[in-house]
């Protein structure tokens, strides 16, 4: 992203100003001709797995020989992550002319940086005409900028604690903000497994006929599991999949029964290669081998138990460990989590993470503001046979990523 555009981003509050509402860029829509309109789209919701459910449905409808545009959040180096063509993001060229044509709508009509980014996706659209779009919401989804598509399927990955400050203070709240994508007479897939959510989405649905499919319906079972991956079945096909936490197996379980009911023409050898060919950066994953160094971008409860679930099936000890969360997290409990499995631990803070960090968020472990310096400190101290854990939230793996891999390829 050139210089002058990271300015003007900047001034639509970057990634910290939220505008959880979609009246301002409705409006914006329309006047830039609704770009949405007719996109043949698939939008994912969820508390955690929405990055990789919305990647490995993208890279079996590429496999399968569709033309795909990806839009994804947030981004972990540059800026141009977020938006994918055949899971390639785009060039810089491409960002700006979109940007260039996007700008006065949103001075226009004062949105936020988020808004904006979703606006300069739909234009792109509109002009290339995609076979689909699949589109991963950015926060909640009933007034999420991404809700704005007449989707033909939709997927709820799973409910948990998470921006309970917008979505609400309960899990029934947070889902009837999520079921806000749904749509009548479009399936659902859904990861849920609280049995008392499943009810609230099941009373929802029937009434708008919307046939919900249950990925926990699915069989699964884990035959063999490493730091490099594990080899599963589902409903007795064997695949492999490069993360080996019980969450990429429910991830890929949602995208089996996704496909299987969406999209019947998929085969099982393009299934296969789907799950083993992805690479998701940042989610368990391994950017050095002496000494292993990886990157978990676990940022919520749900997601450090279902890292520190893999460590401990991975019988993981005397790990070395900078974890950075932010403000809006749950850090000391989360420490509490990885603490059992760590040798050191050092607490830093990411720059780009949303509000301001509580006055005792330095005294909950040995703390080095800067993740670089932490960085490096932590690795002058480390053995070639050592292991690195980076994690805490995905701000942070984005920051410290670049010291091992500059570029992000998804397979």
């Given at each position: 992203?050139?210089?002058?555009?990271?300015?003007?981003?900047?001034?639509?509050?970057?990634?910290?100003?939220?505008?959880?509402?979609?009246?301002?860029?409705?409006?914006?829509?329309?006047?830039?001709?609704?770009?949405q309109?007719g996109?043949?789209?698939?939008?994912?919701?969820?508390?955690?797995?929405?990055?990789?459910?919305?990647?490995?449905?993208?890279?079996?409808?590429?496999?399968?020989?569709y033309?795909?545009a990806?839009?994804?959040?947030?981004?972990?180096?540059?800026?141009?992550?977020?938006?994918?063509?055949?899971?390639v993001?785009?060039?810089?060229?491409?960002?700006?002319?979109?940007?260039?044509?996007a700008?006065?709508?949103a001075?226009?009509?004062q949105?936020?940086?988020?808004?904006?980014?979703?606006?300069?996706?739909?234009?792109?659209?509109a002009?290339?005409?995609?076979?689909?779009?699949?589109?991963?919401?950015?926060?909640?989804?009933?007034?999420?900028?991404?809700?704005?598509?007449?989707?033909?399927?939709?997927?709820?990955?799973?409910?948990?604690?998470?921006?309970?400050?917008?979505?609400g203070?309960?899990l029934?709240?947070?889902?009837?903000?999520?079921?806000?994508?749904?749509?009548?007479?479009?399936?659902?897939?859904?990861?849920?497994?609280?049995?008392?959510?499943?009810?609230?989405?099941?009373?929802?649905?029937?009434p708008?006929?919307?046939?919900?499919?249950?990925?926990?319906?699915?069989?699964?079972?884990?035959?063999?599991?490493?730091?490099?991956?594990?080899w599963?079945?589902?409903?007795?096909?064997?695949?492999?999949?490069?993360?080996?936490s019980?969450?990429?197996?429910?991830?890929?379980?949602?995208?089996?029964?996704?496909?299987?009911?969406?999209?019947?023409?998929?085969?099982t050898?393009?299934?296969?290669?789907?799950?083993s060919?992805?690479?998701?950066?940042?989610?368990?994953?391994?950017?050095?081998?002496?000494?292993?160094?990886?990157?978990?971008?676990?940022?919520?409860?749900?997601?450090?138990?279902?890292?520190?679930?893999?460590?401990k099936?991975?019988?993981?000890?005397?790990?070395?460990?900078?974890?950075g969360?932010?403000?809006?997290?749950?850090?000391?409990?989360?420490?509490?989590?990885?603490?059992?499995?760590?040798?050191?631990?050092?607490?830093?803070?990411?720059?780009?993470?949303?509000?301001?960090?509580?006055?005792?968020?330095?005294?909950?472990?040995?703390?080095?503001?800067?993740?670089?310096?932490?960085?490096?400190?932590?690795?002058?101290?480390?053995?070639?046979?050592?292991?690195?854990?980076?994690?805490?939230?995905?701000?942070?793996?984005?920051?410290?990523?670049?010291?091992w891999?500059?570029?992000?390829?998804?397979?």
């Open positions: 992203m050139t210089g002058s555009w990271r300015t003007k981003l900047e001034k639509l509050g970057g990634e910290k100003r939220i505008h959880y509402s979609l009246d301002r860029f409705q409006e914006a829509l329309k006047d830039a001709g609704n770009p309109a996109l043949k789209s698939i939008v994912i919701a969820g508390t955690n797995g929405k990055g990789t459910t919305t990647l490995l449905v993208s890279r079996a409808l590429q496999l399968q020989g033309r795909v990806t839009y994804l959040s947030p981004h972990l180096q540059l800026l141009t992550e977020r938006f994918l063509e055949q899971l993001p785009w060039s810089l060229e491409r960002f700006d002319k979109l940007c260039e044509a700008w006065p709508f001075e226009k009509h949105l936020s940086y988020f808004e904006f980014l979703t606006l300069v996706f739909f234009l792109d659209c002009q290339n005409s995609p076979d689909f779009a699949v589109i991963e919401v950015g926060l909640g989804g009933r007034l999420d900028a991404t809700n704005v598509t007449n989707p033909l399927g939709t997927v709820i990955t799973n409910i948990d604690w998470d921006h309970m400050d917008y979505l203070n309960s029934e709240k947070i889902l009837s903000e999520k079921m806000g994508i749904l749509r009548e007479r479009v399936s659902v897939t859904t990861g849920i497994e609280q049995p008392e959510l499943l009810k609230q989405l099941q009373e929802f649905c029937e708008r006929k919307i046939a919900v499919h249950k990925s926990t319906q699915v069989a699964q079972h884990v035959k063999e599991k490493s730091w490099n991956g594990q599963v079945e589902l409903d007795g096909q064997e695949v492999f999949l490069r993360n080996p019980s969450g990429a197996l429910k991830n890929a379980a949602l995208v089996y029964l996704f496909l299987k009911e969406n999209f019947p023409e998929i085969d050898t393009v299934l296969k290669k789907t799950f060919s992805l690479n998701h950066p940042g989610r368990f994953e391994i950017v050095s081998e002496h000494p292993k160094v990886i990157l978990s971008g676990d940022h919520n409860l749900a997601g450090m138990k279902t890292l520190t679930n893999v460590l099936e991975l019988k993981a000890q005397e790990l070395y460990c900078i974890c969360f932010s403000p809006d997290k749950n850090a000391s409990e989360m420490l509490k989590m990885i603490q059992p499995f760590c040798k050191e631990i050092t607490l830093t803070k990411c720059s780009r993470a949303r509000g301001e960090y509580a006055g005792d968020y330095e005294t909950l472990a040995r703390f080095e503001a800067d993740p670089q310096k932490a960085v490096q400190v932590m690795l002058q101290k480390m053995n070639p046979d050592d292991v690195l854990l980076v994690t805490g939230s995905l701000y942070l793996v984005g920051e410290v990523r670049a010291n891999k500059k570029e992000i390829v998804f397979y």
